[in-house]
């Protein structure tokens, strides 16, 4: 049977590597336009003195920990001015909806647009801005003005008219019956959130991450030292069970 001594320091030695993974995830996106700060979290779980967690029967000797569902932190990010009309940020609380290539609506609260060569409005490149009547779509050379509404209008050379070329989708769901997918878009399973009026942005402007490098930075070395602390544990378990080995191979002899 595995020492439980080493059990246990093994368990936490994965904690900690899961968990300087998710800090260095963070790290990396630092830049990224909307990113939101992906929470990790760890729980002690007693091992009774007959190895059941929680319901065995004997004292609580020793835990383990164990991850749980990680969340993430929806604090918005700093505004980053840049006066591009196709910059857009998300002014309070809200989303912006846009699809996946496989047609699935997902929402972000990356705001920093883009328009491909057949006109459409996007946030990345296979990634769609979805509007309130389908997809948005620029005229070439069109000047474009997007209202605090999301209302987004055009004008073309030599023209005095504006004309509305649609309306960003804006939502308002609850964070907490959000789930973050792999592409780091947020889910909502099962359904689609419906348009909110009350949903105001600004052009101009878009949303940075907010992630603090510095605490990350901090959170990585703290991470690797409790990592490094308990793979000492483990060498310590290794090397108490070899003597242990000795001993009793010499009261046999």
Do not use: C, H, W
Not at 177 to 196: C, N, V, Y
Not at 211 to 230: E, G, K
């Amino acid at each position: 049977m595995i020492n439980r001594y080493a059990y246990v320091s093994m368990t936490g030695a994965k904690a900690s590597t899961e968990q300087l993974a998710v800090t260095s995830n963070n790290l990396a996106n630092g830049l990224t336009p909307g990113f939101k700060e992906v929470i990790s979290a760890f729980r002690a779980v007693p091992l009774r003195g007959d190895g059941e967690p929680f319901q065995g029967n004997g004292a609580d000797s020793r835990v383990f920990a164990i991850d749980t569902t990680p969340g993430s932190n929806f604090t918005a990010g700093s505004v980053q001015t840049t006066g591009n009309p196709l910059d857009v940020v998300i002014k309070g609380d809200g989303f912006f909806a846009v699809r996946r290539p496989d047609g699935q609506e997902t929402y972000t609260r990356n705001g920093k647009f883009m328009v491909d060569e057949n006109g459409t409005l996007k946030v990345g490149r296979d990634i769609p801005v979805v509007g309130t009547g389908g997809l948005i779509t620029i005229p070439p050379n069109a000047t474009i003005q997007i209202a605090e509404d999301g209302g987004v209008f055009t004008q073309l050379p030599g023209t005095q008219f504006l004309n509305q070329a649609g309306k960003l989708k804006l939502v308002n769901p609850n964070p907490n019956s959000l789930q973050r997918a792999e592409d780091g878009f947020f889910d909502l399973p099962g359904t689609q959130a419906p348009p909110d009026g009350t949903v105001r942005v600004a052009q101009g402007a878009y949303e940075g991450s907010n992630v603090n490098p510095t605490l990350a930075m901090v959170q990585m070395i703290d991470q690797s030292r409790l990592f490094d602390l308990n793979f000492r544990a483990l060498q310590t378990a290794d090397q108490n069970a070899r003597a242990a080995t000795s001993l009793v191979s010499l009261s046999r002899g």
